[in-house]
C-alpha cells in the first residue's frame, strides 16, 4: 500500500465517510449501496466514494453495498484512530476551554495532555482535568511527553512563533484555529480550521 | 452574471484569496503574480485562482499581477462583506461562548445579536454583551429580529431540533460545530465545521 499516492481529497472525505457508515450502522443497515451511503454527504457522489475507498482495498461486494461494520473497522484502521494521540493545546482562552472540555475527542483517542498560556491569570489553572503550564515550558513539556500533535488557539499574530516552538519540538501535526496560515517545514501537516472564512463563504449564499 | 453557476468549491476559496490579499497589501504589496499569490496557499495553485476570479470579471493585467487594493474590494464585494449579517448562536456552552467573545467576526459585519440555550443556570446570562435567552424563543425571536445565519453549537443529539427551530423561523445559513449532518430544506445553505473530523483527518498523517 502506497499511501502517498492517495489524494489529500480522499483523506479528507474518510473522516466523513466513518461518521456515516458508523450513523447508518447504529440505524441497523448493515449493508448499503454507495448512492445510498451518500445521500447525506452534501459534495461527494457515489464515484467518489467507490474511487476514493478503491485506494484501500475492495470493500463492497458487486450488488450488495458495502458492509458498515467492516467499513467502520477497516476506515479506523486507515485513520490510525487504535491508538491514542497526545496532543498539546496552546491559549486556554475561551476556545481553548472549550477544546479542553470537548467530549467528542476522547471516543477517537484523542488526548490533550498538556495545555499552555502566557497570561499570568490563566497558568496554573486546571480546565477539563488539564493544568495550564507557561508557555516558555512548551518545548521541553511536549519533547519530554512525546506529544504527537498540536492545537493552535491563540491570536493570529502569536500563532507563528507558537507554531514555530511547535515543530522545534519535534510535533509533526497542527490544527490551527488561528485566523493566519502558517509556515512549517515540509515534513509537517497543518490543518486549518477557520471559522470566520467559512462564514465569509456562507454569507455568499446568504445574500444571493 | 449568473450566480448559479460557481462552482461551490470557487465560493470555498474566495475568503482564502480575501485573506491572502489582505496579507500582502499588508505587506506593502500591491501588483502581485498568481505564482506568488498562491504560494501560501495549501492545494491551491495559479490555474485554481485564475479560473475561479474569471467567474467575476477580468482582475489581473497581463504582465502586471493582480492589483491587490482592487481585489480586495472586489472580493469583499461579491461575498456582500459589506453589510451587517444577523447571526443566531445557539448553545451558550464553552464553544459558545469562544463564538460570542471572538474578536475576529466583527469586522467582517458578522454579529451575534442573539444567543438560545435550554440550560436554566445559562439562561439570563450575559456573554461578550448578549443575553442568553430560553431555547423556547427562538422562533419567535429570530423571525422578530430578521436574524439571517444561525449557529449550532450544541450537542450532537439536540443540533437536527435546533437546525429544524431555525429553518422554520426563516434562517438561509447555518455554520454547524455539532458533530452531525443536518437535514435541511434545499434553499437552506449549510456550512460544517467539524473540529474531530479534520483532526482525524490530521491524524493519518501523523501515523504515516
Chains 1, 2 share one sequence.
Not at 445521500?39 to 458492509?67: E, H, Q, V, W
Not at 494521540?85 to 476556545?95: E, F, I, M, Q, Y
Amino acid at each position: 500500500m502506497k499511501k502517498l499516492k492517495i489524494p489529500e481529497k480522499t483523506i479528507e472525505r474518510l473522516p466523513l465517510y466513518l461518521r456515516r457508515s458508523e450513523k447508518l450502522h447504529a440505524m441497523g443497515e448493515n449493508s448499503v449501496t454507495s448512492q445510498k451511503f451518500v445521500r447525506d454527504l452534501p459534495g461527494i457522489n457515489s464515484d467518489n466514494l467507490r474511487k476514493d475507498l478503491s485506494y484501500f482495498g475492495n470493500y463492497g461486494k458487486k450488488g450488495n453495498g458495502y458492509d458498515m461494520s467492516r467499513l467502520i473497522k477497516e476506515l479506523r484502521n486507515i485513520l490510525k484512530l487504535n491508538k491514542e494521540t497526545h496532543v498539546a493545546l496552546v491559549g486556554a482562552g475561551n476556545l481553548g476551554t472549550a477544546l479542553l472540555t470537548h467530549q467528542d475527542f476522547n471516543r477517537w483517542g484523542f488526548r490533550i495532555t498538556v495545555a499552555f498560556d502566557n497570561r499570568p491569570k490563566v497558568i496554573g489553572n486546571q480546565i477539563g482535568g488539564i493544568l495550564v503550564e507557561p508557555i516558555q515550558d512548551l518545548e521541553s513539556t511536549v519533547r519530554k511527553k512525546k506529544i504527537e500533535a498540536g492545537m493552535i488557539a491563540v491570536p493570529a499574530d502569536s500563532a507563528q512563533s507558537v507554531s514555530d516552538s511547535l515543530t522545534s519540538a519535534g510535533i509533526k501535526g497542527i490544527l490551527n484555529f488561528a485566523p493566519t496560515l502558517l509556515d512549517v517545514p515540509d515534513e509537517v501537516k497543518v490543518k486549518q480550521v477557520d471559522i470566520t472564512s467559512t462564514l465569509k463563504e456562507l454569507n455568499y449564499y446568504l445574500q444571493e
